[in-house]
């Protein structure tokens, strides 16, 4: 198997986004079990801190790559007229995008940068 087969890649991308996604939602349970966050200050102090907020950027961005390469192969697989395919991934990719900037404009306003 060479670097240059995209199944390959995909499939890396996909089970290194999931080893991510599954240690930090244990690292986080944890945070959350030993701080006990009750009030909104609270968890905006817990997420303040850098290495939570770089944690969560990064649990953010996995998940994104993670549903970006799930779901293209899905509709690669399954959808066979070429220009619906096309609409298909560009709005995937559009909507994807546009959570992503959401997701990244809560947490930093969260810290108030």
């Not at 080893?19 to 303040?48: H, K, N, Q």
């Not at 779901?71 to 560009?90: A, E, G, K, Q, S």
Request: charged share 10%.
């Amino acid at each position: 198997m060479t670097w240059r087969a995209h199944g390959m890649r995909a499939w890396l991308l996909q089970r290194l986004s999931a080893c991510y996604l599954a240690s930090y939602i244990v690292g986080f349970l944890v945070l959350v079990l030993l701080c006990m966050p009750a009030s909104y200050t609270e968890w905006r102090d817990t997420f303040a801190y850098p290495v939570v907020n770089i944690a969560t950027v990064l649990f953010f961005v996995a998940l994104l790559i993670h549903a970006w390469v799930g779901i293209r192969d899905i509709l690669i697989d399954y959808v066979h007229p070429t220009m619906l395919r096309f609409i298909l991934l560009n709005g995937l990719m559009l909507a994807l995008l546009s959570m992503g900037i959401w997701i990244m404009f809560v947490l930093f306003a969260v810290i108030k940068l």
